[in-house]
């Protein structure tokens, strides 16, 4: 049974940066996309960034592209999100996601960690 424990999450200050950590156990993921998922309160989970099993590609949703950085080490069974220049509306528990695909009805995952919450103050 995959398992995916988010770390990282905090109260902090408009304007800071925040790295958020994703350890995968249960199951090898080290050839399958992961990706991070946010969720705001009173809104619906939304994609945020997808990494390759290799590395090499990545993709951001429109909203952090250039704030965010996602990373993988696959030896370790861990990934990472980097965000800067975070602002309130950034508020929401984080979702590390295992096997990340982007169907027809947009960005789905099989695993999900349990959410790590990020609350960015004005």
């Known amino acids: 049974q995959v398992q995916l424990v988010e770390s990282g999450g905090g109260l902090v200050q408009a304007g800071d940066s925040l790295s958020l950590s994703c350890v995968a156990s249960?199951?090898?993921?080290?050839?399958?996309?992961m990706g991070w998922f946010r969720q705001a309160p009173g809104k619906e989970r939304e994609f945020i960034a997808r990494?390759?099993?290799?590395?090499?590609?990545?993709e951001y949703a429109v909203s952090v592209k250039g704030r965010c950085t996602i990373s993988r080490d696959n030896a370790k069974l861990t990934m990472s999100l980097t965000m800067t220049s975070l602002q309130p509306e950034d508020t929401a528990t984080y979702y590390c996601?295992?096997?990340?695909?982007?169907?027809?009805?947009?960005?789905?995952?099989?695993?999900w960690g349990q959410g790590t919450q990020v609350t960015v103050s004005a």
């Open positions: 996601a295992g096997v990340v695909v982007n169907g027809g009805a947009g960005w789905r995952a099989h695993y």
């Open positions: 249960g199951g090898d993921l080290r050839w399958y996309d």
């Open positions: 990494i390759s099993g290799s590395g090499i590609e990545k």
